[in-house]
Structures are given as C-alpha cells and as structure tokens.
Nanobody, 117 residues
Framework: VKLVESGGGLVQAGGSLRLSCRASGRTFNSYGMGWFRRTPGKEREFVAA????????NYAEAVKGRFTMSRDNAKNTVYLQMNSLKPEDTAVYYC???????????WGQGTQVTVSS
C-alpha cells in the first residue's frame, strides 16, 4: 500500500485545513486508516483513526470537536478536516494504514501543517 498525503500548509489560528491521503496498491476497503502527527523533539502522536468499514472513528482528546476524519472508499482516500486550528496543532501529519486491525504497517511521507498565532 502506498500512501500520499496532501493539503498541508500555513494557516492562522482559528482557521481550517483539510488533509487528504490517497492510497494505492491494495484493496483499500480492507484497511483501517489513521492520522498521526509529530513535532520536533516529541514522540509521534495519535490524532484520529477510522476502521475499514468507516463506521467507527476515534479521536485524540486534543482534537475532539475540532477535527473530523472520513473516508471515501470509491476514491481510495481518507480525509482529516481540521477546524479551529491552534498553534499547538503545528506538526508534520502522517497518514497510516493497517490491514483490518493489524498494526499500522504502511505510512505516508507526511505533510507539514503550520498554525500561526
């Protein structure tokens, strides 16, 4: 599975961005998908995840109520709609895939999100 993220950029605090992650190579609807983020000097942090059916979505406490994850199996794509962005959301965001409930074995290259105050 190859994953390619897009949609990162620079935005002011309170603004919005939508990240996309397009998958190729295998049967997309057999894969659970996740978004993670990393800032310099910190561990990689879980942001959100959606199961292979798309009927279960989990969010980190830090983004609940502001971020929304979704998937479009017809387009082999997952999205992360990020609203009410805060400077502490600044990070490189990574998309990841796992076969059903296996560990995340596939990762994208990351996309930079920068939120200015």
């Amino acid at each position: 599975v190859k994953l390619v993220e897009s949609g990162g950029g620079l935005v002011q605090a309170g603004g919005s961005l939508r990240l996309s992650c397009r998958a190729s190579g295998r049967t997309f609807n057999s894969y659970g998908m996740g978004w993670f983020r990393r800032t310099p000097g910190k561990e990689r942090e879980f942001v959100a995840a959606i199961n292979w059916r798309g009927d279960t979505i989990n969010y980190a406490e830090a983004v609940k109520g502001r971020f929304t994850m979704s998937r479009d199996n017809a387009k082999n794509t997952v999205y992360l709609q990020m609203n009410s962005l805060k400077p502490e959301d600044t990070a490189v965001y990574y998309c990841a895939a796992r076969y059903y409930t296996d560990p995340y074995d596939y990762w994208g290259q990351g996309t930079q999100v920068t939120v200015s105050s």
